[in-house]
């Protein structure tokens, strides 16, 4: 049995349930509190399964590993079927740099830890934050927007099932959405996520049905 340390609100995580539900692969989530006055990632318990003290983390037969992109590679090459990727390679570089421009490009620099050092070293207020946090997540859709806008017309960004872009696209959309921002200047974004939002796997991922969700 898989187990995965989670927490309902963590996008990166959220990434994880998404593609473990896609897979039909079942696991016991044990959250870990990290909203702010919590911090149980930092605790000595947590610290000591994963030093980096982020979730998402997985354990499998004792073994722990963090990082929900490897770990999204990690099950696709455990349980190949339903595959996670476009058959075509071309089209699954795509797919790996639609879902980078989110886990590299974008989710990092909103981190909470990000924002609480804008906070507590640079002084930065409640509106600057909320700047901060939309301004990263333009830049990176509208290139993406671009992106999807130019994709043949389907459900989903690579036809008819969705994958490790939409895996990422969702939890991204959500934060966006829990920061109040205007996501009129990206549609075809919006219709993949409502999309995908459609489907059990997704449903059964998102944070406000997850234990311990406000
Ligand atoms: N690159 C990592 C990011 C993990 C990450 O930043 N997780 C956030 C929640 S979405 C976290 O645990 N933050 C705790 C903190 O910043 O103290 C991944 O994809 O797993």
């Excluded at 969702?170 to 966006?176: F, G, L, S």
Aim: proline share 7%; glycine share 4%; hydrophobic share 45%.
């Amino acid at each position: 049995m898989i187990r995965l340390y989670d927490y309902w609100r963590s996008s990166a995580a959220y990434r994880v349930r998404i593609a473990l539900n896609l897979k039909n692969v079942s696991y016991e989530s044990l959250p870990v509190n990290i909203a702010p006055g919590a911090d149980e990632q930092r605790e000595d318990a947590y610290r000591a399964l994963n030093a980096q003290m982020r979730v998402p983390a997985i354990e499998v037969e004792g073994r722990i590993s963090g990082q929900s992109m490897a770990i999204i590679e990690w099950l696709e090459e455990t349980y190949p079927e339903p595959s996670l990727f476009p058959a075509d390679p071309w089209q699954r570089l795509q797919a790996r740099a639609f879902a980078d421009t989110i886990a590299c490009d974008i989710h990092p620099l909103n981190n909470l830890s990000v924002l609480g050092a804008l906070r507590d070293q640079f002084g930065a207020d409640k509106d600057a934050v909320t700047h901060w946090y939309h301004d990263w997540i333009r830049r990176g859709f509208a290139a993406l927007e671009v992106f999807a806008a130019a994709q043949a017309p389907a459900s989903f960004l690579f036809g008819s099932a969705p994958g490790t872009a939409e895996i990422t696209l969702v939890p991204q959309v959500a934060n966006a959405r829990r920061f109040d921002m205007d996501l009129s200047a990206f549609p075809r974004l919006v219709e993949i996520d409502a999309a995908c939002r459609e489907l059990d796997a997704f449903k059964r991922a998102a944070p406000e049905v997850q234990p311990g969700a406000a």
